[in-house]
């Protein structure tokens, strides 16, 4: 399985901005996925996670109530919705999948597959 993420980009605080993650292999419909990302100089923390089905969702607190996330698994992509954006949300921005649905989206460990990133800027 390979990672795709994209939609990123400079936005001003406040603003919105949809990242996708699109992956190859029909097997991605069955894995749970997640969104974590890296600020400079930070570790890499857990935004948002997504069960294989759609039906159950998990979010850091930092993010919840502005971030959605949601998958479309006819066409092999998740998507993270970021509304009411702050400068603190200025990270690269990474999608992983969990090929064994372990049930542990905020660990990082559980993800087998991880795409290459995508910048969020947001300025103040």
């Known amino acids: 399985v390979q990672l795709q993420a994209s939609g990123g980009g400079l936005v001003q605080a406040g603003g919105s901005l949809r990242l996708s993650c699109a992956a190859s292999?029909?097997?991605?419909?069955?894995?749970?996925v997640g969104w974590f990302r890296q600020a400079p100089g930070k570790e890499r923390e857990f935004v948002t996670g997504?069960?294989?089905?759609?039906?159950?969702?998990s979010y850091a607190n930092s993010v919840k109530g502005r971030f959605t996330i949601s998958r479309d698994n006819a066409k092999n992509t998740v998507y993270l919705q970021m509304n009411s954006l702050r400068p603190e949300d200025t990270a690269v921005y990474y999608c992983?999948?969990?090929?064994?649905?372990?049930?542990?989206?905020?660990?990082?460990?559980?993800?087998?597959?991880w795409g290459q990133g995508t910048l969020v800027t947001v300025s103040s």
């Open positions: 997504i069960s294989w089905s759609g039906d159950i969702t």
């Open positions: 992983a999948a969990d090929s064994q649905n372990k049930r542990r989206p905020s660990d990082y460990r559980s993800y087998d597959y």
């Open positions: 292999g029909r097997t991605f419909r069955s894995y749970a």
